[in-house]
């Protein structure tokens, strides 16, 4: 009696293992596409409904060969920009030339790509060739300066700081944004930026949309929390996922593509993130 309870017990727990460890397979390999609308009155009519992809956090993880599953889920998502905010390589590789190649030509063939630092460019010391591995695809690459995009007769600003990780001596994003107002008054600014916990202060300096990442989604998403942990937020973050608004301001974090070297990601699957515009 005691041995069959035993085998039940060691049944009941295999299973469980087993089903654990296919939730972390699933949460870590199958991609998703959510939708966002980021919608503001001071948007130019002729911008309703434009799409944009956002991409954050690959960390040089590839899906499929070539990374042809993230080549794919953007263009199913058919977007007139793609917006790319940080963390694309890893500082903990080397040899990632190849990876942003591959990655770098699929993107740059469905549409124009802009792209903003995060941490982890400027830890792998790789930065600088980075960016001029991306700007020979054509990639706009924004490090504390802004652009002014058309579309239907219209313009918007499309601004990107670098990450704090990088040069010390760096433009600030209050300073990026004061040049901003005073060149381009009154135009609708979207910030890309790569941390997701700066929405007081985009929402003080009156940015009326940003684009960010960083936190993965907190890793771990159990019922009722916004993640379980994020790098520089700690246990149970606040800002880690979808739109978050502070007065004017939208804050739209990416949950990412990665986990970390250490947390695999649970019920928090990689994310491509399909945003449209709206009045």
């Known amino acids: 009696m005691k041995r069959r309870k035993r ?5 009941i727990l295999l299973t469980l293992m087993l089903i654990l460890a296919l939730l972390i397979y699933d949460s870590n390999t199958r991609l998703v596409t959510d939708g966002f609308t980021l919608g503001n009155s001071r948007l130019p009519q002729g911008f309703e409904g434009m799409r944009i992809v956002h991409l954050s956090d690959l960390h040089a993880k590839r899906f499929g060969d070539g990374n042809s599953e993230i080549i794919e889920a953007v263009r199913a998502a058919s977007p007139e920009l793609i917006c790319v905010t940080g963390d694309m390589v890893d500082g903990e590789q080397t040899e990632q030339e190849p990876y942003v190649r591959e990655l770098m030509e699929g993107l740059t063939s469905i549409a124009p790509v802009y792209f903003v630092s995060g941490n982890h460019e400027w830890a792998s010391g790789w930065a600088r060739e980075l960016f001029k591995i991306l700007e020979e695809y054509g990639v706009t690459v924004l490090r504390n ?23 010390r001596d760096q433009k600030s994003p209050a300073e990026l944004v004061e040049e901003i107002k005073a060149q381009q008054p009154g135009k609708y600014v979207l910030m890309l930026a790569h941390r997701d916990d700066g929405l007081d202060m985009w929402s003080e300096l009156g940015v009326d949309a940003v684009l960010c990442g960083h936190a993965h989604g907190g890793l771990i998403r159990l ?16 800002w880690t996922a979808g739109v978050y608004t502070q007065g004017g301001t939208q804050m739209l974090v990416s949950r990412g593509l990665t986990g970390s070297h250490m947390v695999p990601r649970l019920f928090n699957n990689p994310q491509v993130v399909s945003v449209t515009l709206a009045r």
């Open 145 to 167: 300066e802004y652009t002014v995009y058309g579309r239907n007769g219209d313009t918007i600003v499309i601004a990107g700081v670098d990450d704090p990780n990088g040069l």
């Open 7 to 11: 085998r039940k017990g060691l049944l």
């Open 223 to 238: 019922p009722f929390t916004d993640g379980l942990f994020a790098p520089g937020q700690g246990w149970f973050p606040t």
